[in-house]
């Protein structure tokens, strides 16, 4: 919205023109159209902050150049392809810790863990589990013991709650006269009799008995012409004899020889 200037000195000027003063008129807009005006600045106080850029592996994730097929392509020269034949896959330090930062063994220890001091703590703890367990076991023992009591503590403890005393002990025969028996003979009850007067037999065991018998052996003279496998050789010989002396020969078999009976063995 502008306003005008108006130059009051110059109505005492004759020869000046005449003014004429117009004030603006404003016209309001009755349209339904949406006016283009310049966005209001946004305040820089209620802005959100910026979002960091990925890092760590997220960044690797996010990024499309990384990998294999990324690494393809780019152009490493010959001296880095020479260096890698020579010396092959990795280096000799492509392991070693470049922090500088070494574990001491007080570190160790404290994140790991101490064995020694498990070990103590193990060993004691045994030791008091073992001394705990055989406490328990005598008490448990001298809790039997004292439920159990011999015939003669039972009876002794009821005499005692009784008020009566058993007083000394009879021996047996104490106080007999046995001079009365001396006179006495001894009754023997003879073997009672069956009722057909016979008397009692007592049963024995019977032994068995064992009988000998004495033999003499006599050998008869064979009534044959002699054995049969007196001039036989044994199977498959190339010297075997033709069976038989042939048709017609008038050779007989051999003799029986006479067997002397003095030589032979006796039994019994």
């Known amino acids: 919205m502008s306003t005008a200037s108006v130059n009051f000195f110059a109505a005492l000027d004759s020869e000046a023109p005449k003014q004429e003063f117009h004030t603006p008129v404003e016209k309001k807009s009755t349209s339904s159209k949406k006016v283009d005006r310049a966005p209001a600045k946004a305040d ?3 802005a959100r902050p910026k979002k960091q850029d990925p890092n760590g592996n997220n960044a690797a994730f996010k990024d499309k150049a990384a990998g294999r097929t990324g690494n393809k392509k780019v ?3 010959e001296s880095a392809t020479a260096h890698s034949r020579r010396e092959g896959r990795g280096t000799k330090t492509d392991r ?5 930062k070494r574990d001491t063994g007080k570190k160790i220890r404290q994140g790991w863990g101490d064995d020694k001091k498990e070990l103590d703590e193990e060993r004691a703890a045994a030791k ?7 406490a328990e076991e005598a008490a448990a023992f001298e809790a039997s013991q004292a439920k159990l009591k011999t015939l003669d503590q039972f009876l002794s403890e ?3 709650g009784l008020k009566v005393s058993s007083g000394a002990k009879r ?5 007999a006269d046995n001079d009365q028996w001396s006179n006495a003979t001894s009754l023997v009850k003879d073997q009672p009799e069956n009722e057909n007067g016979r008397k009692k037999n007592l049963r024995q065991k019977k032994h068995k008995e064992v009988l000998t018998i004495d033999i003499e052996p006599e050998l008869m003279p064979s009534l044959t012409g002699g054995s049969k496998d007196s001039n036989r050789e044994g199977r498959g010989s190339f010297k075997s004899k033709p069976r038989g002396n042939g048709r017609g020969n008038g050779k007989s078999g051999s003799k029986p020889k006479p067997i002397d009976l003095a030589s032979l063995p006796k039994l019994g």
């Open 158 to 160: 009821k005499a005692a």
């Open 96 to 100: 070693q810790n470049k922090s500088g």
């Open 128 to 134: 008091i589990a073992a001394a705990e367990r055989a």
């Open 44 to 46: 820089p106080s209620r």
């Open 171 to 175: 021996q047996p025969n104490e106080g």
């Open 75 to 77: 152009d490493v020269g």
